[in-house]
């Protein structure tokens, strides 16, 4: 069983940058894949970015390509999302999930667990 707690989402101006939190924990969240996802109401949950327990392996969904950067404190057992030059296409419930192994899966049946999420408001 794993656990996951994002941080606290926010409102930010268009262009401005935020860092999202996701503590696991849990006897295997050590040894978990970690993926971000976003919610739109009325939209599917989207792969947004993916980082692996081990190797530090990154994955991005095209559309936060060198905008985003996933990364991990393994000490601290957290993953953050940092978000720059936000547009307002990028608001939304943001998810950190886990699935066990290392492979990043885009696909959000693949993940087993997930946190309660958090919100993201970008201003234009």
């Known amino acids: 069983q794993v656990q996951l707690v994002e941080s606290r989402g926010g409102l930010v101006e268009a262009g401005g940058s935020l860092r999202l939190s996701c503590v696991a924990s849990?006897?295997?969240?050590?040894?978990?894949?970690i993926g971000w996802f976003r919610q739109s109401p009325n939209k599917e949950r989207d792969f947004v970015a993916g980082?692996?327990?081990?190797?530090?392996?990154?994955r991005y969904t095209d559309s936060v390509k060198g905008r985003f950067t996933i990364s991990r404190d393994n000490s601290k057992n957290t993953v953050y999302l940092q978000m720059n030059t936000l547009k307002p296409e990028d608001a939304a419930v943001y998810y950190c999930?886990?699935?066990?192994?290392?492979?990043?899966?885009?696909?959000?049946?693949?993940?087993?667990?997930w946190g309660q999420g958090t919100q993201v408001t970008v201003s234009s």
């Open positions: 849990g006897r295997t969240a050590s040894r978990c894949t």
């Open positions: 980082i692996s327990w081990i190797g530090n392996t990154t």
């Open positions: 999930a886990a699935r066990g192994g290392s492979l990043i899966r885009v696909e959000s049946v693949e993940y087993d667990y």
